[in-house]
């Protein structure tokens, strides 16, 4: 059953998952590592805007609860405009 | 130009869709009823008048593909990305793409119902975009609903009609009313049930609930069939008998055992050896200090020994003899941390054993 939102010692595939999720819907760009002394990536930001469009905790960080949401069919139609 | 929703609107009311191909999995009469049933959604509300032709450019093309089909947004396989649409424009604009991956059906709940995944997709199509609202049509998640009483929500029309206004032509029938999404917030919000369900606390309402967990101060709210689809909204009462690991949802005299999200058996209110005179219950909560389940009917309350399988002897009783103080009809119940919490109407009786402790308001377990 859904386990709460705890981190996830995530597996390439499922952070590549989130990460292709992301840039498809969330318009995040691809390369997402920290950079210009920005603290938090923005990967980070992008996960942290999905779960509060999906009124998940947000905790910006890929838990087991947010990659369940990913998972979900849904429609292919960007939730942010491009 | 992607796959992508647009604040748009289209610049006439009157619009063409054209079904350029169909999928295997549906015979063409029921998708040509599906495509139209789900146009018809949005025409109801709003003054739009769609129109089918069969050559030629249309303003909504409608077709299936799988995987890189030449617009920008490739499908990627089943599951995961069921369609997509384009907003309101010239060229791709108003398309929609069905991914012929997925299994789409015309009324059952297993696969993709092609009636509420296109409703959704024309709702892009016309210019809206997701919904952040779990009820709503437009929100961005697949979630089955019962097609033959589909009632587009109150979101989804509130959001067509601010583009498009509402429809001139008053339907010779009143038209169900928009449901909508519970608020946490309702200071009248009665809830149907409440139970825990392995540490964490459901709070139903109509078809949706509320799950809330003991270290998290949020609660999120989801559509009940968005966990079990074969569960009905507006329930009457829930528990759980955490020995068992079960979850029991009441609706009438139908029961339905619940272990996790499967449902694993389905009874009758008579298998807890309610009288045949008790035709629905109100609440219903598991005493773990006891192991008895109590089973709520107006101010009155059984008491069911999940042990021997037996009602209790004596009951009916007054739920006023045992928890003083609550001279209400109790609306839904649960226990937590030793404590049983009574509803009534909007107004929730804490009791630890039978001492009144404190009247709280659902906002004490849910987030406003």
């Known amino acids: 059953f859904r386990v709460r939102s705890v981190p996830l010692s995530t597996d390439m595939s499922d952070e590549e998952f989130a990460k292709n999720y992301l840039k498809e819907l969330y318009a995040m760009q691809e390369d997402n590592t920290p950079s210009f002394g920005r603290k938090v990536s923005e990967m980070s930001l992008k996960l942290s805007e999905m779960q509060e469009f999906f009124g998940l905790k947000v905790t910006g960080t890929l838990d087991a609860e947010t990659l369940e949401m990913m998972k979900q069919p849904r429609c292919g139609v960007p939730d942010v405009a491009a | 130009y992607r796959a992508d929703s647009s604040s ?6 009157k619009l063409t869709y054209r079904i350029e191909n169909y999928t295997p999995d549906m015979s063409v009469a029921e998708v040509d009823d599906s495509i139209q049933r789900a146009l018809q959604v949005w025409a ?5 008048k769609f129109t089918r ?3 030629g450019i249309a303003d909504i093309m409608i077709s299936f593909a799988v995987g890189d089909h030449g617009d920008g947004s490739p499908f990627d396989g089943p599951n995961g990305f ?16 069905f991914d ?8 059952s709940s297993n696969g993709y119902n092609l009636f509420l995944v296109a409703a959704h997709e024309f709702g892009h199509a016309l210019g809206l975009d997701h919904s952040t609202d779990p009820g709503a049509l437009m929100n961005a998640r697949y979630t089955y609903r019962d097609v033959d009483s589909f009632v587009l929500p109150r979101d989804d029309v509130r959001k067509i009609q601010a583009l498009y206004g509402s429809n001139p032509e008053i339907p010779d029938k009143p038209e169900p009313t928009p449901p909508p999404t519970p608020n946490a917030c309702d200071p009248r919000l009665v809830l149907d049930a409440v139970t825990g369900l392995r540490g964490e606390t459901y709070f139903f309402k109509n078809k949706f609930f509320w799950r809330s967990h003991p270290q998290m101060p949020q609660t999120e709210q989801f559509l009940i069939k968005s966990f079990w689809p074969e569960l009905p909204g507006d329930i009457d009462a829930a528990l759980e008998d955490p020995s068992a690991d079960l979850v029991y949802i009441f609706k009438g005299q139908k029961v339905w055992a619940l272990n996790g999200y499967d449902v694993v058996n389905r009874k009758s209110l008579s298998s807890f050896r309610l009288p045949a005179t008790v035709k629905k219950i109100n609440a219903a909560v598991y005493d773990e200090s006891t192991g008895k389940m109590l089973f709520f009917v107006g101010k009155s309350y059984y008491s069911f020994d999940t042990n021997n399988k037996k009602m209790d002897k004596g009951y009916p009783k007054q739920v006023e003899e ?3 103080g609550m001279t209400g009809k109790v609306t839904a119940a649960f226990q937590n941390n030793g404590f049983t919490y009574l509803f009534s109407g909007p107004r929730v009786f804490e009791f630890n054993e039978s001492t009144l402790m404190r009247v709280l308001g659902n906002k004490h377990f849910l987030q406003c």
């Open chain 2, 8 to 13: 748009n609107k289209w610049p006439t009311n």
């Open chain 2, 44 to 48: 109801r509300v709003t003054p739009l």
């Open chain 2, 53 to 55: 032709i069969y050559s």
């Open chain 2, 82 to 97: 069921l369609a997509h649409a384009f907003g309101p424009a010239d060229g791709l604009g108003g398309d929609t793409h």
């Open chain 2, 100 to 107: 012929d991956d997925e299994t789409f059906t015309f009324k």
């Open chain 2, 322 to 324: 045992r928890f003083p």
